[in-house]
């Protein structure tokens, strides 16, 4: 405070940071980028743990010896899946009441704004089957779920049946205290949805489903199976939650204790961990796998059924069965053993997990970095933009400027009114309430007058916009006086470079990895930029950190990193097919 309230010293400071406000904003992004890749080195993570007290111990006698009627179920299901074209939602009904559960159905319809593009349909119709297996020794007051997928086509066989198969043998104990409830949601995530809003009560994305008639208590814990092989050879957890939601850290501590304790493999991004943490291969290997997840939580997009749940503050994971070309194989007795021990070490839970970490980034599953240690990864490529608006507001605050002989005189200009700064910024909201609503109200329109079907014309009208939008607000200086002076452009500058500092710091705090992304793309271009000097360069620059063009290069990446590289052309294809995926999963979830 001193060195504010001090005339001298704080014009000294003003000098400082405006002889050395390149310089700083270098240091600055260097330091930013660098902790965030050192981040997987091993000084910056720490050891998993599991932080809630009713869940320390795995000490449990796992005793699940239903193996071969998992896989006799999972034949049965596929058979009637099969004739069934579909759910067999008779067979699952008369299966789950032969074991003793109260069975249920929940039908449900969702009408898409535009066809998916893979499947061209307009409307999803589907059943959820689901059974409550009460507890014998509590209330229900609370539960826990096992969900499986049942999408189109033969997969996740194996995953019913195991889920059948756990059913009877839970059905036999007597140590739950929590309801516990069998579910097989159809069309993945949406009837996924369906049955959270219907379970809940609420209507948050307009699915019409029938009204349920059963329901369980508080629901703990969520965990989503997919298998569609009769041995695995690991077990894949995925974490990625809406709009990069992540369970407690709590529910993966759990997997990967079970998981060793049964010797079973187990992954995370499909990478298995290594032990060498400290070599220059072990960190790139916790790199490799880091990067992965910043980019799928970035994405925003839930990568299991089990992220939905995300949202209702019930923490869930999705486990994965992968059978590859490993050596060891493992059966569904160790893969059910696995299971009933994770859920009995849930059934003692006094409490909604709470202990442990809610933001983190995972290297590896040992391993996790906190949001205390990645935070100033971000913070510190922010502190660019705060730099370079201290500077452009001490030029501002200088009422007058030396010539070259050194005499003082007056600033010839003025300065600029509130329309010329305020209609940029407008222009800019309003491209993107457009870009938001016109896609999807104009497609009908587009679809009369172009040879283009729904989806691509939603696409098209997208980039259109877009494309527009990034030049409108650039011209105004043509047809308003006072935003081209230099008074004009460093005020608009100004609070551009404020806006986007708070942009990225509220974006960092609900998605750590979308936030970097965007601020280590867009933060250097927008403090270079300026309406002096090379300026198709710095137009050139602009585009290339757009967030569409920032999109592309993600999805470049992200196959690169999963060693399924892609043409520029494919990769275009796929930046069109994510553009209207994004679209229709903001609408259904």
Known sequence: MGILSDPNRRQALSRVITRLNAPLCIISYLIGLGWFLGLAFQPFTLRSYISENSMGSTMVDEKFIYGERALSYAREFAAHRKSAG????????????????????????????????????????????????RAPRAASTESLVLSVPCSEGQNNNQAVGLLLSLASYFRGQIYWAKDIIFLVNEHDLIGMEAWLEGYHDVNVTDIKSSVMMGRAGAIQAAMSLEISSDVITSFDVVVEGLNGQLPNLDMVNLFLAFCQKN?????????????????????????????????????????????????????????????????????????????????????????????????????????????????????????ILILRALDLWIKLSRPETANEDGVAESEPEGRPGFLSLATPIVICHATGLSLYYLPVLSQEMATDHFPVSESEAVVLIAIAIYVAGLALPHNTHRVLTGVGSDQGWMTLKLISLLYLAVQLGCIAVINFSLGFILAITIVPVAAVVQPVGPKLFFAVLLVLVTPATTLLGSIFLYRELIEYPVTILECWQLFL????????DHYLY
């Not at 097919?577 to 229709?584: K, P, R, Y």
């Open 86 to 133: 579909g759910s067999p939602v008779a067979w699952l009904e008369r299966t789950m009441r032969g074991i003793g559960l109260e069975v249920y159905t929940q039908s449900f319809v969702r009408n898409l704004p535009f066809p998916d593009e893979s499947t061209e349909r307009y409307m999803v119709k589907g059943t959820n089957v689901y059974g409550i297996l």
């Open 263 to 383: 010797q079973l493999l187990c992954t995370i991004q499909g990478k298995l961990q290594r032990n060498d943490f400290d070599t220059f291969p072990g960190y790139l290997h916790n790199l490799h796998t880091m990067l992965l997840m910043v980019l799928k939580q970035g994405s925003g997009r839930p990568q299991g059924d089990h992220g939905l749940f995300l949202r209702y503050h019930i923490e869930a994971i999705t486990l994965r069965g992968i059978n590859s070309f490993r050596q060891y194989k493992y059966d569904m007795v160790t893969i059910g053993e696995t299971i009933e021990g994770m859920f009995r070490k849930l059934n003692n839970l006094s409490e909604r997990l709470h202990q442990s970490y809610f933001f983190y980034l995972l290297p590896s599953l040992s391993r996790f970095v906190s949001i205390g240690i990645y935070m100033p990864a971000i913070g510190f490529i922010i502190l």
């Open 577 to 584: 097919q994510a553009v209207a995926g994004g679209m229709l």
